[in-house]
């Protein structure tokens, strides 16, 4: 079975920071796209920023600047550092990625668990 698992969410004032980290766990061959997607409420989730193994970065326009996205290959592991954060950034986010199981075998999407943020004005 393989999981990932979120950590990092909580309560901050508007301009603030946060990090949120992810880590994939249990029996695969690599980890190919990382990524992290927000829900907030009434609204559909939305992707924020992934990152592929090799460290090519795609981020959603409202958080271009503000946000940085990495990934530590070795560890499995994707972190979202999230700076000047805005009441706009409220919502659950999740980490997801597309683990290799077995070869020749379509990657297995994954999703988090989700953990809140909230900005507060």
């Known amino acids: 079975q393989v999981q990932l698992v979120e950590s990092g969410g909580g309560l901050v004032q508007a301009g603030g920071s946060l990090r949120l980290s992810c880590a994939a766990s249990?029996?695969?061959?690599?980890?190919?796209?990382m990524g992290w997607y927000r829900q907030a409420p009434g609204k559909q989730r939305e992707l924020v920023a992934t990152i592929t193994r090799g460290g090519g970065t795609v981020y959603v326009e409202s958080v271009k600047g503000r946000f940085t996205i990495s990934r530590d290959n070795t560890k499995n592991t994707v972190d979202l550092q999230m700076n000047s954060l805005q009441p706009g950034d409220t919502a659950v986010y999740y980490c997801n990625a597309a683990a290799v199981v077995r070869i020749g075998v379509k990657p297995l999407e994954l999703w988090g668990q989700g953990t809140l943020v909230t900005v507060s004005s």
């Open positions: 249990g029996s695969f061959l690599s980890i190919h796209t």
